[in-house]
């Protein structure tokens, strides 16, 4: 069993910061890409931020300068740090692994996703 494990959203006023995690867990071999999504109300999903094994970034241009993506891959873990919040970045954000396995775990490469975790800021 596979899994991503969100945490750290909340509600935060405008202007605030909020710090998530991203931990992947199970049968895996490697990680490559690790990102970040979010959907807000009567959206649909949006690509937040990404980042390489090898540390490379990616970001939407609406969050650029305020969040910053990083990951620690001895932990399998992804981080998004959120800064300068605004009304407009609520939304549910969901952590994204490419992930790569191997025949003894029965597949070879997968993408998964978390749960979500609720980000929302207040004016």
């Known amino acids: 069993q596979v899994q991503l494990v969100e945490s750290g959203g909340g509600l935060v006023q405008a202007g605030g910061s909020l710090r998530l995690s991203c931990a992947a867990s199970g049968s895996i071999v490697s990680i490559n890409v690790m990102g970040w999504y979010r959907q807000a109300p009567g959206k649909e999903r949006e690509l937040v931020a990404t980042?390489?094994?090898?540390?490379?970034?990616n970001y939407a241009d609406s969050v650029k300068g305020r969040f910053t993506i990083s990951r620690d891959n001895a932990k399998n873990t992804v981080y998004l740090q959120m800064n300068s919040l605004k009304p407009e970045d609520t939304a549910v954000y969901y952590c994204?692994?490419?992930?790569?396995?191997?025949?003894?775990?029965?597949?070879?490469?997968?993408?998964?996703w978390g749960q979500g975790t609720l980000v929302t800021v207040s004016s």
């Open positions: 994204n692994a490419h992930i790569t396995g191997s025949t003894a775990f029965g597949y070879r490469n997968r993408e998964i």
């Open positions: 980042i390489t094994s090898g540390g490379s970034t």
